[in-house]
T-cell receptor, first 112, second 115 residues
Framework: DAKTTQPNSMESNEEEPVHLPCNHS???????IHWYRQLPSQGPEYVIH???SNVNNRMASLAIAEDRKSSTLILHRATLRDAAVYYC?????????????FGQGTELSVKP | EPEVTQTPSHQVTQMGQEVILRCVPI?????FYWYRQILGQKVEFLVS????????KSEIFDDQFSVERPDGSNFTLKIRSTKLEDSAMYFC?????????????FGEGSWLTVV
């Protein structure tokens, strides 16, 4: 399984932007970069995904390096409800049954 | 917004008893998954299911586990003889396809406590 490396934890202040980094130097050409988050006592929640180009949605933005060996999830204005564990996952939709393999993720805390 | 629903939300069972965890995936989805998360640990893949058969399973998914789609809406995980180490949160998930634009949606989980 292609692996990702994320910091164990990060802190942010409320209403400030947050940049969550992820390294994936062994990414293959068919791997999509997915981000999920897990709030306390809840199931994982889809945040965003991309292949090569930067992506934006209502929750976040995803910036992908040109060589695709790293990416950054950007929360434009952190709220207290964004405190969660964020997972960066490489997913090949046509291998391994398209399953997600979770790592330890980055635990984001948001201070008021 | 459509969602994956799971029942029960919490179940306590005696060691050695059989447990069935139920899931209703999103209605037009075709790919189904079970994951588990032991308290304080990472989310682990158990099994994927497509076209009425298991497409992949992990080492955790041994003979004590089985999955079934008994009708057009439910997807169940059965643990035949529970062990203490089966205590965990079990998440059901579904996806409409494996294509690039499709994501996997998770339920809120069923918390299983084996005593």
């Amino acid at each position: 399984d292609a692996k990702t490396t994320q910091p164990n934890s990060m802190e942010s202040n409320e209403e400030e932007p947050v940049h969550l980094p992820c390294n994936h130097s062994t990414i293959s050409g068919t791997d999509y970069i997915h981000w999920y988050r897990q709030l306390p006592s809840q199931g994982p929640e889809y945040v965003i995904h991309g292949l090569t180009s930067n992506v934006n949605n209502r929750m976040a933005s995803l910036a992908i390096a040109e060589d695709r060996k790293s990416s950054t999830l950007i929360l434009h204005r952190a709220t207290l409800r964004d405190a969660a564990v964020y997972y960066c996952i490489l997913r090949d939709p046509y291998n391994q049954g398209g399953k997600l393999i979770f790592g330890q993720g980055t635990e984001l805390s948001v201070k008021p | 917004e459509p969602e994956v629903t799971q029942t029960p939300s919490h179940q306590v069972t005696q060691m050695g008893q059989e447990v069935i965890l139920r899931c209703v995936p999103i209605s037009n989805h075709l790919y189904f998954y079970w994951y588990r998360q032991i308290l304080g640990q990472k989310v682990e893949f158990l099994v994927s299911f497509y076209n009425n058969e298991i497409s992949e399973k992990s080492e955790i998914f041994d003979d004590q586990f089985s999955v079934e789609r008994p009708d057009g809406s439910n997807f169940t995980l059965k643990i035949r003889s529970t062990k203490l180490e089966d205590s965990a949160m079990y998440f059901c998930a579904s996806s409409s396809s494996l294509g690039s634009g499709n994501t996997i949606y998770f339920g809120e989980g069923s918390w299983l406590t084996v005593v």
